[in-house]
């Protein structure tokens, strides 16, 4: 709940920083219009500042001339003074609103750092949310497939250690028993008969001698060196439950067939001087 809280809390200030941005965005737009009305404010004041040049030098040659009195020279000039003022204070307040939208983009680009630094922020605190979330996942055994729990190892309450190896005790013991898998060991005189494919007949005596029919579903290939016999695997379907894992089975392999052959009891053959008569 606490990563979950500092997540919101992060969303939070990226929605705070991206508002920002739009503050600032609006206070840049608002500088340009400063800059704009400056500048009008500069033309105006040039124009003014033009008029009474124009109107002090037209009075001042007047005035040389005796044509006109001092004091309407003195008037005209300080119009003109004023105008010039004028100008130079229009120039400065355009100085000024030209630093200020300077500055307004200056804090634009500072608050899209800022977006992206929170963004970062709200990353990390993710990450840390999901990496809690993963242990907590832990809490709960699921299990890979369904299937019948044959061995428990611990209970409520106890206290489990990650695995040093893959001989340890395992939690839990799971059986998938919609097939079953049984293990023949073919002697080495009939291992090079048995291929896949080759029909079986297993016969389980705990039931009542009952009989299942299947195939060599797979071979070792290989003899086992202590027992110099062949491993076979047999898939059985086994949708009933009926075989249970650790039951013994009987198995009758077929290695061999002649079709359309006369056959004799081995009792009736009789061998003298390396030939068989019948």
């Known amino acids: 709940r606490q990563k979950q809280a500092m997540v919101a809390q992060v969303e939070a ?6 508002a920002a941005v739009k503050v600032r965005e609006s206070m840049q737009v608002s500088a340009k219009a400063g800059v704009e009305e400056c500048v009008a404010g500069q033309f105006r004041a040039q124009a003014q500042y033009d008029r009474w040049k124009s109107e002090f030098d037209r009075i001042k040659v007047l005035a040389d001339a005796r044509t006109v009195t001092g004091k309407l020279m003195e008037e005209s000039e300080l119009q003109f003074k004023s105008a010039d003022a004028g100008r130079s204070e229009a120039n400065a307040r355009l100085k000024s609103a ?7 983009a200056v804090a634009i680009e500072k608050a899209q750092a800022d977006v992206q630094a929170v963004k970062a922020h709200l990353r990390v605190a993710e990450a840390d949310r999901d990496r809690v979330a993963a242990l907590r996942s832990y809490l709960q055994i699921t299990a890979s497939f369904d299937g019948i729990i044959t061995e428990r190892h611990i209970d409520p309450g106890h206290l489990v250690q990650p695995a040093r190896s893959a001989a340890d005790t395992p939690l839990f013991v799971l059986v998938q028993a919609d097939t079953v ?16 494919g080759r029909p079986a007949k297993i016969t389980i005596a705990l039931q009542g001698n009952m ?3 299947a195939t060599v579903a797979r071979t070792s290939w290989a003899l086992q060196s202590g027992t110099r016999s062949l491993r076979c695997e047999i898939d059985v379907p086994n949708p009933d439950g009926t075989l249970r894992p650790g039951m013994y089975a009987q198995v009758e392999l077929t290695v061999a067939e002649r079709a359309d052959v006369l056959s004799v009891p081995k009792s009736a053959i009789v061998s003298k001087d390396g030939q068989s008569f019948t």
């Open 181 to 196: 898998r049984l293990f023949v060991d073919v002697p080495e005189a009939d291992a090079a008969l048995v291929e896949t």
């Open 13 to 18: 200030e990226v929605l705070q920083a991206e």
């Open 211 to 213: 009989t299942f029919e």
């Open 98 to 104: 030209e630093a200020s939208l300077h500055e307004a």
